[in-house]
Structures are given as C-alpha cells and as structure tokens.
C-alpha cells in the first residue's frame, strides 16, 4: 500500500510543479539557484509551493492569474516546500520578520522583502481573493508592463 502511496504522491508533486512552471514560473531547487535569482535588480515574486489543498485549488490557480495584469513583477520563481528544502529554507532566509508559511507568495524588489501573502491570507479564502491581494501588491512596487 505504501508504495502505491508514493507512486500517487510523486505523481501529484510532480504535476504540482509543472502547474506553477506552464504559468511561468522559474523552478529554483538549490541554494545557490535561490541566491542567483533573489539578488537580481527589480521585482520578483516569490510563489511558496506545497503540497496541501490549498495550495492547488487556490495558490497555484491565483499564481497564474494574476499575472493577467498591468502591473507585474519583473520575475517569477518558485520553491517547494516539503520537496525542496534547501532552496525553501535559503529563499525563507530573504523573508525577514515573517515565519515559515506555504503556500505564500513574496514579494521582492532588488533583493529586499516588500511584502508577502501568507498561509492564512490564502486557506480558507478563493482564489479572486488572492489575486487580488497580488494585484494591488504589484500595483505598488511593481512596474507596468
């Protein structure tokens, strides 16, 4: 049974990540990918990847559409949580004050936490919701395309 659970799990993680990749997302999987992408110049947002059911029925959807916008970060990157540790523990570093939380979103301009979307603002509410949380954060600190 265990290894029919695995077969299952690694299935859905692997179609977690290729969700958040067709959106547009880069995958970072190592520390020295994280460093390399969160010290560029300009905006990025962060997606926190996971696992859980909120994660794939309102993150991900709201990762991907709310991109449909005006105003938008000058990158997208992603790590997972739970699958990735490394990176997720190097990517949570650059999110001082906030505590672990996945899914979330950060969101950085030039290396330096602006503002994030955690857990608790994403469970429990709909994907509208979040992407509007994203778009009014992209409104502030992000440039329109």
């Known amino acids: 049974m265990s290894g029919q659970f695995n077969i299952l799990m690694n299935d859905y993680i692997e179609q977690a990540r290729k969700e958040i990749l067709e959106a ?3 995958e970072l999987r190592t520390r020295e990918e994280v460093d390399k992408a969160l010290q560029r110049k300009g905006t990025t947002l962060v997606m926190i990847n996971s696992t859980c059911g909120c994660a794939g029925s309102i993150a ?32 949570r570093s650059y999110f001082e004050d906030y505590p672990p939380s996945s899914p979330s979103f950060a969101l950085l ?37």
């Open 60 to 91: 991900r959807p709201a990762a991907k559409y709310a991109l449909d916008y005006d105003a938008r970060p000058d990158y997208l990157v992603t790590v997972f949580a739970g699958q990735d540790k490394e990176a997720t523990d190097q990517a």
């Open 24 to 26: 547009g997302y880069e």
């Open 109 to 145: 301009k030039d290396g330096i936490i602006c503002a994030m979307v955690e857990r608790h603002e994403i469970e429990g509410h709909t994907p509208f919701q979040v992407i509007e949380k994203l778009q009014k954060l992209f409104e502030k600190y992000c440039e329109e395309i």
